[in-house]
């Protein structure tokens, strides 16, 4: 018999955002990278909707979030974007770019924040205008060379600007 608690339905969104992780799938059937100068890449998840913005890598397992894997937060245009860090259980590189992909602000080795309540503080980014947002694992070789205004590189069929279009299309 399975007794169901008041923290069942987290634990079901959690796991289900965990299986949707753990394979590159972003959009349909396809499987996107994003490249650095150097040419690492990373695998990524695509972050579409209102409620995975919200959402993001909260409650997710340090095992479960793999080194060459990211989530790419996508926006339908440029804006005033800041990121925090409430659930998590692993430090972040966090990225933000402009419609070109361009790093417009970087922040490195952010801390995790396991749990939702303060104290202590949960951290918060600082503004950057950008239109996407990379959340990579800290200490990641994807992004320990990473510099403002480096240019990335979206790997897929169909570009990035394309789902930006189509996510503005559906909302």
């Not at 070109?100 to 939702?116: F, M, R, S, T």
């Not at 950008?130 to 994807?142: D, H, N, P, R």
């Amino acid at each position: 018999m399975t007794t169901i608690t008041h923290s069942t339905p987290k634990l079901i969104k959690n796991l289900v955002f965990a299986l949707a992780l753990s394979c590159p799938l972003a959009w349909g059937n396809e499987i996107y990278q994003i490249k650095n100068p150097s040419g690492a890449s990373v695998n990524l998840s695509l972050a579409l909707t209102k409620e995975q913005h919200t959402h993001g890598l909260s409650g997710l397992k340090t095992k479960d979030f793999k080194i060459n894997e990211g989530m790419l937060f996508v926006n339908t245009e440029m804006g005033p974007r800041r990121f925090w860090m409430p659930d998590t259980y692993f430090n972040l590189d966090i990225i933000f770019l402009d419609k070109d992909l361009k790093i417009v602000g970087i922040e490195k080795n952010v801390p995790a924040h396991p749990g939702n309540s303060e104290p202590p503080t949960i951290y918060k980014t600082e503004t950057y205008n950008a239109q996407y947002v990379l959340e990579t694992k800290s200490g990641a070789s994807f992004s320990k060379k990473l510099k403002i205004n480096d240019q990335l590189k979206f790997i897929g069929s169909n570009s990035i600007s394309e789902i930006a279009l189509r996510t503005r299309q559906q909302r």
